[in-house]
Every structure is written in C-alpha cells, then in structure tokens.
C-alpha cells in the first residue's frame, strides 16, 4: 500500500532521513545546492541587495562606504558586470548590474563582497566577517522600468531619514542621474 506519493514515498522519505542524520554534511550541501541554483545569465539585469553581518552600520565610514563602491567599479573594469545604479547605506548595499560575458552572479557579487571586506577590515584595523553570507537578487524582467527601479535605489536614504536631500548622500551613483539633478 503506498502514499499520497507513490506506492514507495515512505521507504524515500525514510531512506533520506536516515542519510541526512548519519550524513551530516548533506544537510550543509542541500542548503549550499539552493544557492548554488541561483540562475545566472549574462545580458540579464539583476538587483542585488547584500547586508552587512547581523546587520551592523559597517558603512558609516565615508572610507568603508568607498571601498564598496571602488570594488562595484572593479567588477566593472573585469568586464564581468555593467553598473547601472547603486546605494551604500549604512548595513547593505543596492546594486542594479547587468551580467556581462561569462561572468556568474555568484562569482561576481561574492568578489565583490570578499574584496570589499578585506579592505575595510585591513583598512579599521579589524578582521571577521563584514557581510552576511549569500545575497538577495532579482532578476529584473521589464527594462522599461529600470530608470525608475534605479530612481528607487538611490533615493532610499531619503526614505531612511538619513538625509532630506539626496544630494546630500555621496554613496550612490547612477547610469541615468547625475548629482546635478536633484539639486532643488
């Protein structure tokens, strides 16, 4: 007599189970594969965001804020990404990119972090983890919408109350704004 499944669902079920408590490590590797299938294509757009390790304010140097935004422009100068708008809060950063050549999303927002956190931590004086591991990213679907998706993105220490004016924040940059812009 089977499952809802299948007449062998319940040997499956068991079987896998047994594995995952005598096998540890597949426990690791099945949250690893997730990541791992992320979809990475190149010409796509991704909106990437990327947290600061238990969220802390890492960013609040002007120093460290540029650091992150030197490494986005690395990525650049590697052909493996275009940057089209990015923010530096104070525990993340925003990074709309489109995925050049062979590049892979993974590799590129992973140098990006890993560059980034060695140099702010040789930089302070500190040394640990600076990022939360893994990232958040979203395909972006509709090109029409990318002026205003970047709009959003660089606008958020408005929303954040961390300035009133967005020429007042010097950590974002836009393929479509210029400074000059939002000055009232």
């Not at 590049?103 to 500190?126: C, D, E, F, W, Y």
């Not at 109350?161 to 974002?172: A, F, R």
Request: overall charge positive; aromatic content about 8%.
């Amino acid at each position: 007599m089977g499952g809802p499944l299948g007449p062998n669902w319940q040997e499956t079920q068991a079987a896998t189970t047994r594995s995952v408590r005598h096998f540890p490590c597949m426990r690791r590797f099945q949250s690893h594969r997730l990541r791992k299938g992320r979809l990475s294509e190149a010409g796509r757009i991704y909106l990437i965001t990327a947290n600061c390790d238990r969220r802390r304010s890492a960013f609040l140097s002007c120093t460290a804020a540029e650091i992150a935004i030197d490494e986005m422009r690395h990525q650049e100068s590697l052909g493996h990404c275009d940057s089209l708008a990015y923010v530096v809060m104070p525990d993340h950063v925003h990074w709309l990119l489109r995925l050049q050549n062979n590049a892979h999303l993974s590799n590129t927002v992973g140098s990006m972090k890993g560059r980034a956190a060695v140099r702010i931590n040789r930089q302070a004086g500190l040394s640990g983890r600076l990022w939360q591991a893994g990232f958040h990213d979203h395909a972006v679907r509709r090109e029409q919408d990318l002026e205003n998706l970047a709009s959003y993105i660089i606008q958020n220490p408005l929303r954040a109350n961390l300035v009133t004016d967005i020429e007042h924040y010097p950590h974002w940059g836009s393929v479509w704004f210029e400074r000059e812009l939002f000055r009232g």
